[in-house]
C-alpha cells in the first residue's frame, strides 16, 4: 500500500491516467478540463487522476479511481499498458502517469464539481513536435521553464505537457 505521505520531504505521490482512446480515424488523447472554482488548478487541462490515497494499493489503483470519480470511466473499460517516468511538479506532487488504452463506446458521466469538460486531441498533434513550445516564467523566486501544446481553444500546459512530452519521448523511443 501506498501511502498518502509525502514521497519525500516536499512532495505529495499522485497519479494519473493517460487514456488513449482508441478510434477508427486514430489514436486520440483523452483530457478533461477543470471546473473554475476550484482551489488547485481552476480552469486547467489535465489528465484524470489524483492524490493517492491510503486505500489505494498502487498508483494505479489510485489512477484507476480517480479516472472513474472525475470522468465515470470504469476500470474494467481500461487497459493499462505502461507506466511514464515520474513528474515532480513545482506545486509539491510526484505524479506517476499511468497509459491507459480503451476502445469506444466510451460512457462518460464527468463529476461536474471536478470537470467541466471531457475532451479529446488526436495522438497525432502531440507527436508533431513542432506543436510544442517551450516557456520561461519567474515564479516563486526563480526561472522555471515549462511546455505548452495550445489546440484549438485549449491552452495544454505545465504537468500535463510535460507528461505528454514525456509520452513522445517514450512513443518515438
Known amino acids: 500500500m501506498v ?41 486547467q487541462i489535465s489528465f484524470p487522476g489524483g492524490r ?9 489503483e489510485a ?31 510526484r505524479i506517476t502517469p499511468l497509459v491507459g488504452a480503451i476502445k469506444p463506446p466510451l460512457t462518460l458521466a464527468p463529476d461536474p464539481f471536478e470537470v467541466a469538460e471531457v475532451f ?7 507527436l508533431d513536435r513542432s506543436n510544442h513550445q517551450r516557456h520561461e516564467i519567474f515564479w516563486r523566486g526563480r526561472m522555471r521553464q515549462y511546455w505548452a501544446m495550445p489546440w484549438g481553444d485549449y491552452y495544454i500546459w505545465g504537468a500535463t505537457a510535460g507528461i ?3 509520452l513522445v519521448e517514450v512513443l518515438e523511443g
Open 3 to 43: 501511502a498518502p505521505a509525502a514521497v519525500d520531504a516536499q512532495l505529495m505521490a499522485a497519479a494519473v491516467l493517460v487514456p488513449l482512446v482508441q478510434r477508427e480515424y486514430g489514436l486520440q488523447v483523452l483530457l478533461t478540463r477543470r471546473t473554475a472554482h476550484l482551489h488547485h488548478h481552476p480552469g
Open 52 to 60: 493517492i490515497e491510503a486505500s489505494d494499493a498502487s498508483p494505479s
Open 63 to 93: 489512477a484507476l479511481r480517480e479516472t472513474a470519480e472525475e470522468t465515470g470511466l470504469q476500470p474494467d473499460v481500461i487497459e493499462l499498458i505502461g507506466e511514464l517516468p515520474e513528474f515532480d511538479t513545482s506545486t509539491g506532487f
Open 120 to 126: 479529446e486531441v488526436p495522438l497525432g498533434f502531440f
Open 164 to 166: 505528454i512530452r514525456n
